[in-house]
């Protein structure tokens, strides 16, 4: 009998028995959608499931070392992915529209990149730029390579699902309605949401729990590789995470100015320093409504953490919290930090709302942040 063994962190463990019960069983559904929050691992658990399916070991799949498990792994087979892309990206010339030797890059070069991306750290939040999104010419060109196709089984992992426009979805509803022979699905997502109820319907739901922070910490520290300091991976960064070791790695990276910097918007706030405040702002340069929430986000953590700290419960990012003295403050009390707390969540809907600035409204946050206990 042939037995299934999918890899991953134990705090997922239990979706994975779910998936390994199915392909024992040969009751594997034709399209699967992993859901759960960023950075947790969706991707990763699709490869490693695209491998058990093509695998053609008669003992244990995935075996790592026959045909099917090598081609799911070969990050050349660009077929085998659908990922958003850049418009521009998605436009350039098909492989077979391009003379050899030519210098020119084709869409499936583009592709290429970033599965490569992909494979080098599945867990990676920011892959994808923003305006990335998975066009119905990708959906089209997956489908018309299905007529090339053998006997062998075929695995498409269709990575940010979410990310499809109106057209691509329709024509993937249309693929997944009248799914070929021998063919699986596997999508991921963390805006389920947003998907078309229609598409998520013909899907088996699956979702992904996030890590413990033991898990986050040890695989955050095996993306950063053998050379880099485990240090870098500071309890602040596991905090922010919750869960995730993508956003852990944000943090140790791109995100690590957002700690230093929410602690003197607090500072700043509660002494009335705006003009130190507003010049800290403009050199941040907090224009993309993405990025000025991503700092926000950081702020509700610290000022959660104050509260913590005023009941002298465990605190979720001590370092950062540190940095403000919040006893040489007497006056803010528990409630003037739920008070703070909620005026940081409207300023974000705002923000996400796109009708102002970010800068005029991370302003006018710090002057109303802590009004009232000055
Ligand atoms: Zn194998």
Redesign the pocket.
């Known amino acids: 009998m042939i037995e299934y063994r999918l890899n991953g962190p134990v705090s997922q463990e239990r979706q994975r028995i779910r998936l390994m019960a199915a392909l024992r069983e040969n009751r594997f559904p034709q399209a699967i959608l992993i859901d759960g929050p960023v950075g947790i691992g969706k991707k990763a658990l699709a490869i490693e499931v695209a491998?058990a399916l093509q695998?053609?070991?008669p003992g244990l799949?995935?075996?790592?070392?026959?045909f099917?498990?090598k081609m799911a792994v070969d990050q050349g087979v660009t077929e085998n992915w659908v990922v958003p892309m850049e418009s521009k990206e998605a436009h350039a010339k098909s492989a077979d529209e391009v003379s050899a030797g030519s210098s020119a890059k084709t869409v499936q070069d583009f592709k290429q990149a970033y599965i490569e991306e992909i494979f080098k750290n599945p867990y990676r939040i920011d892959i994808f730029s923003a305006g990335a999104e998975i066009s119905v010419g990708l959906i089209r060109s997956m489908t018309a390579a299905f007529a090339l196709k053998g006997d062998r089984v075929r695995v498409v992992i269709v990575a940010e699902a979410d990310r499809m426009n109106d057209s691509a979805s329709n024509a993937f509803l249309k693929t997944l309605e009248d799914v070929p022979p021998n063919t699986y699905f596997i999508l991921t997502t963390s805006s389920r949401e947003k998907m078309l109820q229609t598409i998520r319907s013909r899907c088996l739901a699956l979702h992904l729990l996030p890590l413990s922070d033991e898990e986050v910490r040890s695989e955050a520290i095996r993306m950063l590789g053998e050379d880099a300091d485990p240090d870098e991976v500071t309890e602040d960064a596991v905090g922010l995470a919750v869960g995730s070791p993508g956003k852990a790695l944000y943090y140790v990276g791109a995100g690590k100015r957002w700690c230093e910097m929410s602690a003197s918007f607090v500072k700043y706030s509660l002494l009335s320093q705006y003009y130190e405040l507003f010049e800290m702002l403009s050199e941040a340069e907090l224009e993309d409504a993405a990025e000025a929430n991503r700092f926000l986000e950081v702020l509700s953590f610290l000022l959660s953490d104050l509260m913590r700290a005023k009941s002298g419960a465990k605190l979720r990012i001590p370092a950062t919290t540190a940095l403000v003295n919040i006893d040489a403050f007497p006056q803010v009390d528990v409630p003037a930090l739920e008070r703070a707390l909620a005026t940081v969540q409207e300023t974000m809907s705002r923000i996400a709302s796109r009708r102002t600035s970010p800068m005029v409204l991370l302003q006018s946050l710090s002057i109303k942040l802590f009004e009232g206990c000055r």
């Open positions: 491998k695998c053609s070991d799949r995935p075996c790592g070392h026959c099917g498990c």
